[in-house]
């Protein structure tokens, strides 16, 4: 999977949980929770949505890891590219 | 025009959602109203055949107005009144009117497969059609995994997009919030109790459970708390229910509502029916998606009629204690803070625990500070035994 694709998963699992969310105004370094108010039930479901898209499971402990953009891409890279 | 609060003097029809001739069972969605907490689904609460629409779309009605007849089975067809009339026949109950848990689909058919509520409401959400799965439940019941499974392989839905609220719909929530508080702590005597439970216990049960359930099933701690708030009840069950014509009336179930922030401003606490009895993974199922509608799409009018008693959690936000404001007529509001570690006395050794702030307010006419006192200790014993929760 590309880095491409794998962005686009993001965004689409992202809107999907706030859609007012406009993807060209994600600022990649900004924590979902500082960005969008994002609360624990917002981060459940797009890990939800991730696993749905991507098939990639991420523990509970992890939530911190994919809580921005950026580290979500760079994260989920890395379990893709293990796989 | 069903109210949903004492708060709520009318509401705008926006769509029908069934016609004339249409036959609905009794929790079916039959029309959208634009309140002041926003678009709402509204639900009948009689089968039979629609006979009428009775007010057009775009429409502001005074709540108790009918707006539609249904006619039952054998009952003839209602004559055509000239103009929408002030109702003394509401299509649905203005209040907290007991009832059963809404269903809204067709009654089940005797050899139909048994469907958890939670199964029910997310193949709802994601599109599947029940009858084409094959439960793994017990006897044979369809369970949330079948659901999850079911839509994960078929493509998925593509959501509605979200009301983008006017700056009238902002302002018309905030003037609700406004009535309903002033009037809060205009009429009711607060009373204000706090505790500090430990909650270590219950988060290293939870993050066992959570280890060994899949994504879709994992549990927040809110959850948790929710539930616990509901049981307790059970022991002071003078905290749960009503103020009204200056004398208390019990709620006829626990129907906690959950305060939701929503995150164009406001907040709503639609409740989990009987939340006291269902599953811990039923409660979760429910609480999540009752946030997901109340965020990004509609809630039902009877979700926001039923709370017999609301909890609210700020938490997240950093927050160590709440102090909240009963929603009227309710009773009693249960507060959760942030989780943090602190110093904890265990067995004579001190140890760094996780704990939370509890709060209660409640209201003075209904019960007193004893018994307010009672329910937060019941809510931490509850704590201590997260598995019996489950």
């Known amino acids: 999977m590309t880095e491409d694709e794998i962005r686009a998963a993001v965004l689409a699992a992202l809107t999907g949980v706030a859609p007012d969310i406009e993807d060209e105004t994600v600022d990649p370094a ?5 960005q969008f108010d994002f609360d624990s039930m917002d981060l459940l479901n797009f890990a939800i949505a991730l696993h749905r898209s991507l098939g990639v499971e991420i523990p509970e402990i992890d939530y911190p890891k994919v809580a921005s953009l950026e580290g979500c891409l760079g994260y989920l890279s890395g379990k893709l590219q293990d796989a | 025009m069903p109210s949903l609060g004492s708060d709520m003097e009318a509401g705008t029809l926006v769509e029908w959602l069934v016609k004339p001739g249409d036959t609905v069972a009794r929790g079916d969605i039959v029309a959208v109203v634009e309140t ?30 009918v707006i539609a007849h249904i006619r039952g089975e054998g009952e003839p067809a209602a004559p055509a009144p000239e103009t929408p009339t002030p109702a003394s026949e509401p299509v649905a109950p203005k209040a907290a009117k007991p009832r059963k848990p809404a269903e809204p689909t067709a009654p089940a058919a005797a050899s139909r497969a048994r469907v958890s509520p939670a199964a029910r409401q997310r193949a709802r959400d994601l599109g599947v059609d029940l009858e084409t799965l094959t439960g793994t439940g017990a006897d044979g019941a369809v369970t949330l995994v079948d659901v999850e499974r079911a839509g994960a392989a078929a493509p998925a839905p593509v959501p509605a997009p979200a009301a983008k609220p006017t700056g009238d719909a902002a302002a018309a929530m905030r003037r609700a919030i406004a009535a309903a508080m002033a009037r809060s702590k205009r009429e009711i005597p ?3 109790l706090a505790t500090t439970i430990d909650l270590t216990r219950a988060l290293d049960w939870l993050e066992t459970e959570n280890r060994r359930r899949p ?5 927040l701690y809110g959850a ?3 539930k616990a708030a509901a049981l307790a009840l ?7 229910g009503f103020w009204r014509d200056d004398a208390f009336v019990p709620g006829t179930g626990i129907h906690v509502g959950a305060a939701i922030a929503l995150r164009r401003g406001g907040l709503v606490a639609p409740a989990i ?24 799409g509609r809630l039902r009018a009877s979700e926001l009629s039923d709370p017999t008693v609301t909890v609210t959690s700020l938490g997240e936000n950093g927050v160590e204690t709440v102090f909240p404001v009963i929603y009227p007529p309710q009773v009693a509001i249960v507060g959760f803070g942030s989780v943090v570690e602190r110093p904890w006395s265990v067995d004579g050794t001190i140890e760094s625990r996780r704990v939370i702030s509890a709060s209660l307010a409640a209201d003075h006419r ?15 014993r509850l704590l201590q035994t997260p598995e019996t929760l489950a």
């Open chain 2, 273 to 296: 029916r009987d939340t006291d009895t269902r599953e811990l993974g039923d409660v979760m199922a429910a609480f999540r998606d009752l946030v997901q509608r109340a965020r990004t």
């Open chain 2, 234 to 240: 059970k022991e002071v069950p003078e905290l749960n």
């Open chain 2, 215 to 219: 994504v879709a099933e994992r549990l």
């Open chain 2, 190 to 192: 607060h009373y204000y």
């Open chain 2, 36 to 65: 002041q907490k926003g678009a709402i689904e509204i639900e009948t609460f009689q089968a039979g055949v629609v006979d009428r629409l009775v007010v057009e779309p775009g429409t502001e009605v005074p709540v108790g107005t």
């Open chain 2, 366 to 380: 209904a019960s007193d500070g004893h018994r307010g006192a009672l329910y937060l200790r019941a809510l931490d």
């Open chain 2, 224 to 226: 948790l708390l929710i």
């Open chain 1, 30 to 34: 900004t924590p979902f929770r500082d």
